[in-house]
């Protein structure tokens, strides 16, 4: 299973179960998981990561997208 890559926006779904990096804990590469709300960026790509909104509010950059195994 590959996992799949949190620059393309293609990736990512509402409702989709992630990992993101908070703009807060941008040094420090904490993750916050969380499921998505709302997709922020409009770019397809983005180099950082595409940035979203969880279900609870926070918005950070995707890192991780959790497998569904």
């Avoid at 397809?44 to 950059?61: A, C, F, N, Y």
Wanted: glycine letters at 10%; proline letters at 3%; zero cysteines.
């Amino acid at each position: 299973m590959t996992a799949l890559s949190g620059t393309e926006r293609k990736n990512i779904a509402p409702g989709l179960a992630v990992s993101i990096v908070l703009k807060k804990d941008q040094r420090s590469g904490k993750l916050t998981e969380g499921i998505v709300k709302d997709i922020l960026t409009k770019a397809p790509v983005h180099t950082h990561g595409i940035k979203v909104r969880l279900e609870s509010g926070e918005i950070g950059r995707v890192k991780v997208i959790e497998s569904e195994d």
